[in-house]
């Protein structure tokens, strides 16, 4: 099993690490770079926005200084404008009867563009290119009222330039945040899975040396990992606790099988050296009560392993509460009176409850069996019944002996025994059965105890039956 648990390395944990940063990398990139174009976007169309109401507001302003004071005072308008520097320079055109040009300016820089290819055909946006394809002289055009064109147009070339600065910027802002992404993934990664890596450790070292005291150490920052790993050390604990009880649960069975077992193997010796017939009838039946013994103690261990699987086969009817009590009273008022122990009752009559009836009178008398058995002589014992809502409540109260606080939470345990209560006869299995009864049943039941005062058990049962099937009052 050692050697089976050494079998995977670190190399799960690795590549889910690596997959952990590329995703988280790429999450983070793809995010910032859709930003950045988004950026990118926006500022060139709004640039492109402003350089068209440049050429609009323009051509605007010249098409009303032609209204009103023709060519001259339009031509005038462009030279105040471009000597003045109040704008950038345009380009300026005016065509009569469809190809005379009448007045054009242009800024000696944008001498690349072949003006001659626009169509001056009356629609408002046209453009040419560059011959080096680079810019875009973008023109509109208005009608005058006497059939003139006006032609105002801007170059690109500013815009293009400003645009592919700003990529280049972009292109070094991109490298840093994919290094940034990387940098970040691995950071992430690294401090999110170094806990999980310890716990893998803590589960693999208890694999390997099938020794589960290691804890996995907790760093209080109240995250889900924190929580995953106290609850698996709560669950180590658990484990423990269990692997503990079920070894003292085997030491005890073995323990509680040895002494009939001996006795039986004694009896029989005994009997097989003996030629008495009686000798011999004695023995076999002093053979039979230890069997008896040894197989009531099985049937109590696989009755609890039932009723806790669900398995146990119930027979549930309406059993009248009264009956069953008086019942396991009568069993047990001779032992309470050879002991000097008074046995009382209280309940309230007509009491039903839906249960099985040889189940529940296995409950009631396992709890008044303790409560006579941990009561000294001239104590008292009292089962009280009656119904509270919608349940039935059986209290067993004894003046007894009690029970420490620190056995109290394990007295239900499989085989458990309080520390007062060894001198007494008792396989510890009694309390678990009337649990896993009880439970099976949708019921509840606790304890309360007052050490050397004595203690209380009371089991909680739903009176109606959970499922709709026909029942008939029994009265055992
Ligand atoms: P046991 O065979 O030891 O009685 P149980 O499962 O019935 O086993 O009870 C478990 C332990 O609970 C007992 O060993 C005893 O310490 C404690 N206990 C149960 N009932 C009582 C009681 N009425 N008074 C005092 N202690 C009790």
Not at 120 to 146: C, H, I, K, P
Not at 367 to 396: C, E, M
Not at 406 to 418: A, K, S, V
Request: hydrophobic share 40%; net charge negative.
């Amino acid at each position: 099993m050692v050697d089976a648990a050494q079998g995977p390395s670190d190399e799960p944990s690795g590549r889910f690490g690596l997959r952990l940063a590329l995703w988280y990398a790429a999450v983070f990139v793809i995010t910032s770079l859709a930003i950045v174009l988004l950026t990118y976007r926006l500022l060139a169309s709004s640039l492109e926005e402003r350089d068209r109401q440049i050429v609009i507001s323009t051509l605007g302003e010249y098409s009303q200084r032609y209204a009103a004071g023709g060519l001259r005072s339009l031509a005038q308008a462009v030279e105040i404008d471009q000597r003045s520097g109040r704008q950038e320079r345009l380009f300026v055109r005016v065509v009569r009867g469809g190809s005379e040009t009448v007045f054009f300016s242009m800024p000696p820089a944008w001498s690349d563009f072949d003006v001659n290819r626009l169509q001056a055909s009356g629609d408002l946006w046209e453009q040419v290119l560059s011959e080096s394809g680079e810019a875009r002289l973008e023109v509109a055009t208005a009608a005058l009222a006497d059939g003139t064109l006006l032609q105002v147009g801007k170059s690109s070339e500013n815009r293009e330039g400003l645009l592919a600065r700003f990529r280049t910027v972009l292109a070094i802002v991109g490298m840093v945040i994919v290094a940034v992404g990387l940098a970040g993934g691995a950071i992430v990664t690294r401090s999110t899975l170094q806990p999980i890596r310890r716990l893998i450790s803590v589960v693999r070292d208890i694999i390997r040396t099938g020794k589960t005291d290691a804890r996995v150490p907790v760093r209080h920052e109240r995250d889900a990992i924190d929580e995953l790993s106290a609850l698996v050390n709560e669950m180590l604990d658990r484990i423990t606790t269990l692997i503990r009880g079920m070894g003292d649960a085997l030491d005890n069975v073995a323990h509680d099988l040895k002494t009939p077992m001996t006795r039986l193997r004694g009896v029989a010796e005994r009997a097989l050296q003996s030629d008495d017939p009686n000798t011999q009838r004695e023995a076999l039946v002093t053979c039979l009560d230890e069997s008896e013994r040894i197989l009531a103690m099985l049937d109590t261990l696989m009755d609890i392993s039932e009723a806790e699987t669900g398995t146990m086969r119930l027979d549930p009817r309406q059993v009248d509460v009264e009956t069953v009590v008086q019942e396991v009273i009568d069993l047990y008022e001779e032992t309470a009176e050879d002991k000097h122990v008074e046995l009382t009752t209280e309940i309230t009559p007509g009491v039903v409850v839906v249960a099985d009836p040889r189940r529940l009178r296995q409950v009631l008398a396992n709890l008044v069996d303790n409560a006579v058995k941990y009561t000294p002589s001239g104590g008292r014992v009292a089962v009280r019944a009656g119904r509270d809502g919608a349940d039935v409540v059986i209290d067993v109260t004894d003046t007894g002996i009690g029970i420490a606080a620190h056995d109290l939470p394990r007295i239900w345990e499989r085989l458990y025994r309080g520390d007062q209560s060894r001198a007494e006869r008792g396989l510890g299995l009694g309390l678990s059965l009337v649990r896993a009864i009880v439970l099976a049943h949708r019921g509840t039941v606790h304890a309360t105890a007052d050490p050397g005062r004595g203690s209380t058990f009371t089991v909680r049962l739903p009176a109606e039956r959970q499922s709709s099937q026909s029942a008939s009052i029994t009265r055992m």
